[in-house]
């Protein structure tokens, strides 16, 4: 890992316009540690012909200070296909820093911690699948984008929460396999008159939201606008006023503005997206994943420095989990 940076006056002079950003969501004290691994890292990604892609659920420190791109799995997945740089460095999970190289099988493709890990993905296996099909002969198996990619090989198509519906829909069939979120899949066969056989994984930020927990903050904040992510069990998003991926969520602050809004997810994405909104009163209540916060701006540094960890994908199991997440990007 890097030495420790110096925050000398240089160094406090380059990133002043930044911390006048984010000064709302960074405390002061906590800028000198920052500063220099950003000033770094800006230089780093010149020199590497980088580009840094952040998901949502990223601190702001990396989201707002170094991220050339932010967005949902979605988002992320639609602009690592576009990507012009040499190398990508992604600020995220293994499965996503894994479809960003099946996207990009020629680019280097970096993950700063190959530890950050996701409950989703673990929770199922290639031959969990095989073991399906046999079971339901004949039904094609929709993959939520939280998987490895072993697993999107298996599979039909791959979707995310932001359009899991439209993807089900899509194939035109009576009923599918949706794997591996219980909850998503119990949130999806609400809108849609497709039959879902759901598995039974769950993420571990998610699962914790329970309804009471979105009766107390409304008892406690009169007035406050409950917005859900559909990985959260039914019984929440049924209390909330909105559910919808965290671009969704996002869009729906930017366009109808709430005086007080809390995002029904994990803790990053509220300070993330109450930058760009100073005017609202965002509430917080903080479930993390400790997968996302094993990305650190020290460890980004040194996956610049070092060009590791580089993620390799068998060319096998990789021509069939692209061709799975190359058909969701066709669904608009």
């Known amino acids: 890992m890097s030495a420790h940076a110096e925050y000398t006056p240089a160094v406090a002079a380059r990133m002043a316009p930044l911390y006048g950003r984010l000064s709302r969501v960074i405390p002061a004290f906590d800028w000198p540690g920052f500063a220099p691994d950003i000033d770094a890292i800006l230089r780093l990604k010149r020199e590497r012909d980088a580009v840094i892609l952040a998901h949502n659920y990223q601190t702001p420190e990396i989201f707002h200070g170094i991220a050339d791109i932010t967005g949902d799995s979605l988002a992320l997945a639609r602009e690592a296909a576009r990507v012009e740089a040499s190398v990508i460095v992604l600020c995220g999970v293994h ?23 996701c409950s989703l993905a673990d929770s199922i296996t290639p031959e969990d699948v095989r ?9 094609p198996v929709v993959t939520y984008v939280n998987t490895s990619a072993a697993v999107k090989a298996e599979s039909d198509i791959c979707c995310t929460s932001g359009n899991a519906v439209k993807v089900v829909e899509s194939l035109g069939v009576p009923r599918v396999i949706f794997i591996p979120d219980r909850y998503l899949a119990a949130n999806v066969a609400a809108e849609t008159k497709v039959e879902i056989i759901a598995w039974q994984g769950a993420c571990e930020v998610h699962e914790r939201f329970g309804p009471d927990d979105i009766r107390g903050l409304r008892d406690r904040h009169p007035g406050v606008t409950v917005l859900a992510h559909p990985e959260c069990p039914p019984e929440v998003v049924a209390e909330a006023d909105f559910a919808g991926s965290t671009a969704a969520m996002s869009d729906y602050v930017a366009k109808q503005r709430p005086g007080r809004v809390v995002l029904v997810t994990e803790c990053s994405m509220s300070d993330n997206v109450a930058v760009q909104f100073p005017e609202i009163d965002f509430i917080r209540p903080c479930n993390l994943c400790p997968h996302m916060k094993r990305i650190t701006l020290p460890g980004i540094r040194h996956a610049l420095e070092t060009m590791t960890e580089a993620v390799t994908l068998a060319p096998a199991v990789a021509g069939r989990a692209r061709a799975a997440v190359e058909r969701m990007l066709e669904v608009r």
């Open 95 to 117: 499965f996503m820093a894994e479809t960003a190289k099946l996207l990009n099988p020629a680019k280097t493709v970096l993950i700063p911690d190959t530890r950050a890990g």
């Open 131 to 139: 073991l399906l099909r046999r079971r339901y002969p004949g039904v």
